[in-house]
């Protein structure tokens, strides 16, 4: 009888699968996704929508904060198929370094997303620019830091 190898993850459920959950989390927080809302469209990470869900229920906003609450739901449920389906397919190559080094790398270019200069910020002033991740959080901070 021919002896048949099976990967350690082949059994395992995906909502159990660590990478699956690294690489939603990591597309969530760094890769950019557009909000429109008709007349203003902002180019953000898809976790601004969580922040944004609480800023506007904070604000009485129940009807904003559902319309971004559905963005963050789609995009959310978009990079958890894609996970899925990358690792479904990495699933699939026999050698567990190669393996390894693929998801190693998928999850490095998900980072990289955040140095891309592509977050945009406008208001009604003037004021708003294109930044990258890293400088918009430090713009945030340096706004709304230490009170």
């Not at 597309?27 to 180019?43: D, E, H, L, R, T």
């Amino acid at each position: 009888m021919p002896k048949t190898t099976i990967s350690p993850s082949e059994g395992v459920p995906f909502w159990r699968r660590p990478y699956i959950w690294g690489f939603t989390a990591v597309a969530s927080a760094f890769v950019p996704v557009m909000y429109n809302f008709g007349v203003v469209a902002f180019i953000v990470p898809a976790l601004w929508g969580v922040m944004s869900f609480f800023h506007e229920l904070a604000t009485g906003h129940i009807i904003r904060a559902l319309i971004i609450l559905i963005y963050f739901l789609i995009y959310f449920g978009a990079f958890l198929a894609l996970a899925m389906l990358t690792d479904w397919i990495m699933r699939k190559i026999p050698w567990r370094c190669l393996r390894i080094s693929f998801r190693t790398a998928v999850i490095c270019g998900l980072i990289a997303c955040s140095f891309a200069r592509v977050l945009t910020y406008s208001s009604l002033q003037g004021v708003g620019g294109t930044y990258t991740f890293w400088t918009a959080v430090q713009r945030y901070s340096e706004k709304h830091g230490a009170r």
